[in-house]
């Protein structure tokens, strides 16, 4: 059991949770057929904020992480109501230079402490620890460690939020708002003459991702008790459309799977490791070649989806139960 | 003085223009954003850093090798994320998300080779100052001026008197048509990103030279600049691209002598976002709608 | 009558591709609209929709000026469109198409979808019932669960008009709808057509087959080089000296 539950592995798996949220945070926009290339600067928004209020000013987590996420919602309404009347390629630039000024900003700000980073940032395994010492379970369970067991609970709060996600997203994807999306995503002009305010839609998944990405960037921030400039760069905005691009942006299964594969295997390949971004660059060039729908499209879900319940009769059925449940 | 910071600036600025204009160049033509136009711009530098302190060449020489890297580097870009994704109907963002891996791959290649920190060219290149008056004028920074001025000079006439050039421009007027009026496009296409990797790479020198820095993330921070300066002068505007080049140039350069220097960064992109705010076809693009056809 | 055009004008960088139309739709009719390529019908339809502002003149819906609307406040307060070129939702099935129609006259937001709640789940299971009759209506029900972008040419823009039916507007404007289609689907359109009618909607019209427009339409609006030069019912048209020489007098206008 020790052997499982070491630190090191806990941490990568608390990686691959944040990750899925960042995943799913630019799957909102695509949702929309819109390309945001700023969850990198949303995610340090959200985690410079929730750091800045629990260090500095002693917020309880509880509080502060949701807030990192409605500053990042807060930052996402000034550049959204600009950049949503952008299109394509202005907005994936509108974005990726929003995410630049945040960083310069960041930078050169006191209270950010500048290049070095914030350090000492409040841990929240240490908080769920200090409130199970309060119930009792300070000595642990069963032969697990306290601190095994509040990391365990950082796990479990994580994939609970992942979880909800990707309830949320699935929810979505079959309600009115959700069809409006996929409408303005097949083509935006026909979607606004059909009766759709697309303007209003796209601002909405905007923020839906800025949230989003800003939680994560929160939680990150409490789980690795640093954060830098650097952490937020260029790079982590790529390796966010990564996730995207490797699992298929189309469906929400797409981004989770590849948030999943880009943390586990630096991991497990000390070659990936090493060459980490000419291999993600790579991937990138011949995902765009040879699969841009990504490795999960509705296509491949439809597929499983007749193989796993062969008796799924006729495709009318398979649907009305895929729009019901 | 002010004059000498429009002086300073121009010159910073006439090096963005020519990195804008390989990104406007292959807007025009192909309706796509090439995001690793700064990685070849840093491997030009890289070049041109490499041909004047290993092989001792001087200045031209090394602008020349840049060149000719840069439009090598163009030719590969083309065939390898270009061009696949040109033969089926894919989403309009895939060649902008092909070249975003194109340009990680090239800067964590150079990362590898040449390593992360800055180097410098030769103290022979830091030049003599010219003084005139108070204006202070170093031999570099003519140098940058009448390359970059000479450069935009020539690719003007030659867009618009050789039969290349105005293949070109046809095709960015419409690519269909230029094809049906016997243009042919595919040899357009590669001709035009060569020479806008090539010129991106005379710029690398250029920089290099400026900042007497070369380092393998210079491609990310002039790229996202050049993109500013794109935006700033209309996607795929030749004049716009000149004009907001210089533009940023003088902007930043006044930014860091009256306001404050560690901001220089964000001002290009400062810039856009206000202009986008009020004229999000940039200053010298034209509005269009889409219609129902 | 519902829609009025008032001295309405278009330019593109100087050239007038509309200029100075009146006319007026009224409730219940078929309105077409002929004339040559070029003549600006298509561009009329993108000022009534919302998707261009006229230069000059003025469009008033139901006595409110729409100028300055935006396309989907337009299509929400009763005018809805088809395009010459079809626009579907090519990823979406039928079905769903003619759901994202009925948007603008539904009401469930972000909170009820996610918790399905009674409403929520009441108001899918209208969208549903009446996208299936809006299918059925345009015969087109079998491929209800079909992706819209593998339909038949035939059948995609009769999923078109569904789509707009099901925003359920007082006006509909169809761009020519049977272009492309076979003589039977061509009359099977006619039926569509007349049974819209007869519903209590206006159709207004755009089509080049004037054989098909003058046993249709109710009227017909003649449009050359951006003007209007006719309008009446369709044997003054068919009579009128001015229609005449655009159509025969001038090799395509």
């Given at each position: 059991m020790d052997q499982w539950l070491n630190p090191y592995y806990l941490q990568i798996v608390m990686f691959m949770l944040i990750n899925a949220m960042l995943g799913i945070s630019i799957y909102f926009t695509l949702a929309t057929g819109q390309l945001s290339l700023g969850n990198a600067g949303f995610m340090s928004v959200g985690a410079y904020t929730s750091a800045l209020l629990s260090l500095k000013a002693g917020l309880p987590l509880y509080l502060s992480i949701p807030a990192g996420g409605v500053a990042a919602c807060v930052l996402a309404a000034v550049i959204g109501i600009p950049a949503t009347r952008l299109q394509g390629i202005y907005l994936a630039i509108a974005t990726l230079g929003f995410g630049e000024v945040v960083r310069v900003i960041i930078l050169n700000m006191k209270v950010t402490n500048g290049a070095l980073g914030l350090s000492g940032i409040p841990a929240l395994s240490v908080q769920i620890g200090k409130q199970l010492n309060s119930l009792g379970l300070g000595s642990g369970l069963g032969g697990i460690t306290v601190q095994q067991l509040s990391n365990l609970s950082v796990i479990g709060l994580l994939a609970l939020v992942v979880i909800f996600l990707v309830f949320f997203a699935l929810r979505l994807r079959h309600s009115r708002l959700g069809r409006a999306f996929a409408a303005i995503k097949d083509d935006e002009h026909a979607a606004e003459v059909t009766g759709v305010d697309t303007v209003r839609y796209k601002l909405l998944a905007f923020f839906m991702s800025a949230f989003v990405a800003g939680i994560a960037g929160a939680l990150a921030a409490h789980i690795t008790f640093y954060i830098g400039p650097k952490d937020f760069s260029y790079h982590r905005a790529v390796e966010i459309l990564l996730f995207a691009v490797l699992g298929g942006?189309?469906?929400?299964w797409g981004p989770l799977l590849g948030a999943g594969i880009l943390t586990l295997l630096p991991e497990l390949l000390r070659t990936v490791a090493d060459y980490r971004e000419m291999i993600y660059g790579g991937i990138l060039v011949i995902m765009m070649i040879?699969?841009?729908?990504?490795?999960?499209s509705e296509e491949t879900l439809r597929l499983w989806r007749s193989k796993l319940f062969p008796a799924a009769k006729t495709e009318q059925e398979a649907v009305a139960r895929r729009s019901a449940g | 003085m002010l004059l000498q910071q429009v002086v300073n600036g121009l010159t910073l600025g006439s090096t963005y223009a020519i990195i804008a204009l390989g990104y406007t160049l292959i807007f025009g033509v192909?309706?796509?954003?090439?995001?690793?136009h700064g990685e070849i711009f840093m491997i030009g530098a890289f070049v041109g850093l490499m041909l004047v302190?290993?092989?001792?060449?001087?200045i031209f020489t090394a602008l020349a090798g840049a060149m000719l890297t840069g439009a090598v580097l163009g030719y590969l870009l083309e065939r390898i994320a270009l061009r696949p994704l040109r033969r089926r109907e894919v989403s309009h963002l895939a060649p902008l998300i092909s070249t975003i891996g194109v340009s990680i791959f090239l800067e964590s290649l150079a990362l590898k080779i040449f390593g992360p920190q800055a180097q410098s060219f030769p103290p022979v290149f830091s030049g003599q100052l010219f003084e005139l008056g108070t204006l202070k004028i170093s031999i570099i920074q003519i140098v940058i001026l009448a390359v970059s001025f000479g450069l935009m000079i020539a690719l003007r006439f030659w867009l618009a008197k050789t039969k290349m050039g105005k293949s070109i421009r046809a095709t960015a007027e419409n690519l269909e048509t230029a094809g049906l009026l016997g243009v042919n496009t595919s040899q357009v296409i590669i001709v035009t990103v060569m020479l806008a990797s090539g010129l991106g790479s005379v710029a690398g020198v250029l920089v290099g030279l400026a900042f007497n820095a070369v380092e393998p993330t210079m491609g990310i921070t002039m790229g996202f600049k050049g993109l500013a300066v794109l935006i700033l002068g209309g996607l795929g505007n030749i004049t716009g691209a000149m004009v907001g080049g210089l533009l940023l140039g003088i902007a930043e350069v006044f930014s860091v002598a009256y306001g404050e220097s560690s901001y220089r960064e964000a001002v290009a992109f400062g810039l856009i976002i206000i202009l986008l705010f009020i004229r999000p076809q940039g200053l010298f693009g034209s509005g269009s709608a889409q219609g129902g056809r | 009558m519902m829609l009025a055009l008032k001295q309405v004008g278009k330019n593109f960088g100087g050239l007038a591709?509309?200029?100075?139309i009146s006319f007026e739709v009224h409730g219940g009719e078929i309105l077409g609209i002929i004339g040559p390529n070029g003549a600006g019908k298509t561009t009329l339809f993108n000022l009534i929709t919302g998707v261009m502002s006229p230069s000059q003149g003025d469009i008033v819906f139901r006595e409110k000026?729409?100028?300055?609307?935006r396309p989907h406040q337009i299509t929400q307060l009763g005018i809805a469109r088809t395009f010459q070129n079809i626009r579907l939702f090519g990823n979406l099935s039928a079905l769903e198409n003619v759901m994202v129609g009925m948007h603008c006259r539904t009401q469930a937001g972000l909170w009820q979808g996610l918790w399905r709640t009674g409403k929520q789940r009441q108001e899918e299971a209208d969208i549903r019932e009446k996208a299936l009759a809006m299918l059925a209506l345009t015969g087109i029900a079998d491929v209800s669960q079909a992706l819209a972008g593998s339909l038949p040419y035939g059948k995609q823009r009769r999923l078109e008009i569904a789509r707009a039916l099901a925003a359920d507007p007082e006006i509909i404007l169809l761009d020519e709808p049977a272009a492309g289609m076979n003589e039977s689907e061509t009359d099977d359109l006619k039926q569509l057509v007349a049974r819209i009618r007869d519903l209590g909607k206006a159709v207004v019209l755009i089509e080049h087959d004037i054989q098909l427009m003058m046993t249709l339409c109710d009227r017909i609006v003649v449009l050359n080089f951006g003007q209007k030069i006719a309008e009446g019912d369709p044997a003054s048209i068919q009579a009128n000296p001015a229609v005449i020489e655009a159509y025969l007098g001038k090799e395509e206008g």
């Open positions: 942006g189309n469906v929400i040879f699969r841009p729908q990504g490795l999960i | 192909l309706n796509i954003v090439n995001m690793a302190t290993k092989l001792q060449t001087g | 591709a509309l200029a100075g000026s729409i100028v300055g609307t």
